[in-house]
């Protein structure tokens, strides 16, 4: 036996005659009776480690949390177990409506709470870096944090602000699909037209002719909708764009040979919307697209009602756009602008992505910063991993005597719907980690999203074709903000205006004119710092 492995054995016997114990694992707090005995002894940290250290937990000390939240964190199991686990009593200031406002004046006072979870954003610790921990001297007490930087380089990179340390925590979740969005057509009606699938967008326009004409869903009136998409979703036909190759990070900014440029001056843009336009005035766009901003509104269009109306159309997965007439649809793959088209894309994000990017933050109000980071790691062990995102243990995850979890099936409503109700979602901290994705065994819900995301596995771009996830500081921010908010609204409002009422090819110029006097080029050098300091810091 080694002398280190000795002295660990030695430490963990007096801890248990004296009654203290770790807030970690079986390895850390020893195998004893009193371990056994205790109200955590079956709550378990996967990938903790036994060099993490123990720490006197025997006095309860009280922690607050400030949460974005309309759910009472009190109530769910999770957070009670972490409370048994390390003897802290968490103190929740859940905010939901005004949170903002409140954050606001919580940053100006000097009543901070000793934890934020998601709420804050980058941009409010970079304006006030000297409210918050420095977490990196504390990682010896979060081995499942340093576990995350290793595995996910990414989550390190958004956790770092230059000299001032690690001042916060990602969340990351697994079951992610790459694509934003899939598109999907109504197969019932292409059989019942004897049509095949399209592959070209000259194809897709005669399938939209046909849908328009020829009664496909059986009713005898002339009520489909050839194509629909929910205006206020994601790009919708502009995801058409990688027909001829060239698609865009979701926020209309295109990388190609690591040059940042605006994916709404290029001529793959142009001759998308003119396409649009085409289809539009031959009435085979469903003429409220651009009207109707409300989503629910736009949604039921296309999964309610006797029959199935809308032909083809974009959205997060088949089941949320097309409801109760899912098993009509499929995903049909990016189509071919024309058949000199080798390679077209569908837009994705990069294969390292972080949910969001201040998940969890600790701040120098906090009289307990080494307890703090004992509880930190549990946020980010396995066990907690599943029930910050899907809810508590064992309703709605259970581990497996395998090692295998399983996020079970809801028993009423959808996935979405549950966990909402259950967990924090995307407003607190955790870490999925690749080897717990492999592990666990998802619900049809959403194990169906990522098959739909597989038919685009071969039209990925490659990684330098995608934006990556970037930081700005403080000034960038506000600046690009400003810029964009000006920027968007105009394009948006220009793609409208062409697509119903033509006219692109003749107001081409004057477009470009008025985009460089609203700082489009600043707006873009601005994507090209951010993108050439990445690159800097993580190749």
Partial sequence: MSKRRLVAMLIVVALVVTGLYGCGNKQDSGESSVAESSPSAGIEQENSSEDSGTMDISEKVELRIMVQTGLDPDTLPMFQKIEEKCNVDFIWDAVESGYNEKKAVV????????????????????????????????????????????????????STYGENGILSLPQVTGFNPRSWEVMMINKTWLDKLGLEEPTTLGELEEVLKAFKERD???????????????????????????????VDDKNKIVLNNDKVDFLYVTEEYKKVTDYLHRLYSQGLINPEVFTTTDYSVANALSSEGDVARVGFTFGWSVESRTGKFTDEYIVLPQLKADESIENPLWACGPKERVNTSVACVLTKSCKNPERAMMVINEFYSEDFALQEYYGSSPEFVEKQPDGNWIIKEPENGTIEEQKLKNALVNRGPCYTSPDLENRTILPEELQARLDQDDVYADQRPADNQIFPTVKFDNEATEELTYLKTDIDKYVDQKSAEWVVNGGIEEEWDGYLEQLQKMGLDRMKEIYQEAYDEWLAETK
């Avoid at 100006?108 to 409210?131: H, K, Q, R, Y």
């Avoid at 059986?218 to 764009?241: F, Q, R, S, V």
Wanted: hydrophobic content about 40%.
């Fill in 107 to 158: 940053l100006a006072s000097n009543d901070l709470p000793d934890i934020f979870f998601a709420g804050l954003t980058s941009d409010d610790i970079v304006a006030n870096p000297e409210l918050f921990v420095d977490m990196s001297s504390f990682l010896d007490l979060a081995p499942n944090v340093e576990q995350m930087f290793e595995e996910v380089p990414l989550t390190k990179y958004v």
């Fill in 216 to 246: 496909p869903n059986g009713n005898g009136k002339a009520d489909e909708i050839p194509m629909d998409w929910p205006c206020e979703y994601g790009h919708g036909p502009y995801c058409l764009t990688g027909a001829y190759g060239f």
